[in-house]
């Protein structure tokens, strides 16, 4: 699997932004999918991660009720839409394909990454 992460950019604090993450090769249908974030001088974390069907969501309480995980299997796609954005939400952004369907946070069960797509969010 094959991961291409888009969307990032310069953005306001208040404002929005939509991150794309196209699947090839090999499909992500039957995996769970997630968002992690790396700021400068920081450990990578969890964003966000949701099932193979889209059914079952999970967010790090730094996002939780302005971000928002969503896919669409038919076009290997996975989103991130980011609202209300924080400036401490600059960080780079990475998504992921996981070995399971289930949505989690184990950074170590995911096993295919993108390049990661940086944001930029000022004060």
């Known amino acids: 699997v094959q991961l291409q992460a888009s969307g990032g950019g310069l953005a306001q604090a208040g404002a929005s932004l939509r991150l794309s993450c196209a699947a090839s090769g090999r499909t992500a249908s039957n995996n769970a999918m997630g968002w992690f974030r790396q700021a400068p001088g920081k450990e990578r974390e969890f964003v966000a991660a949701i099932s193979w069907t889209g059914a079952t969501t999970l967010y790090a309480d730094s996002v939780k009720g302005r971000f928002t995980i969503s896919r669409d299997n038919a076009k290997n796609m996975l989103y991130l839409q980011m609202n209300i954005l924080k400036p401490e939400d600059s960080a780079i952004y990475y998504c992921?394909?996981?070995?399971?369907?289930?949505?989690?946070?184990?950074?170590?069960?995911?096993?295919?990454w993108g390049q990661g797509t940086e944001v930029t969010v000022s004060s």
């Open positions: 992921a394909a996981s070995i399971g369907s289930m949505s989690h946070s184990n950074e170590r069960l995911y096993k295919y």
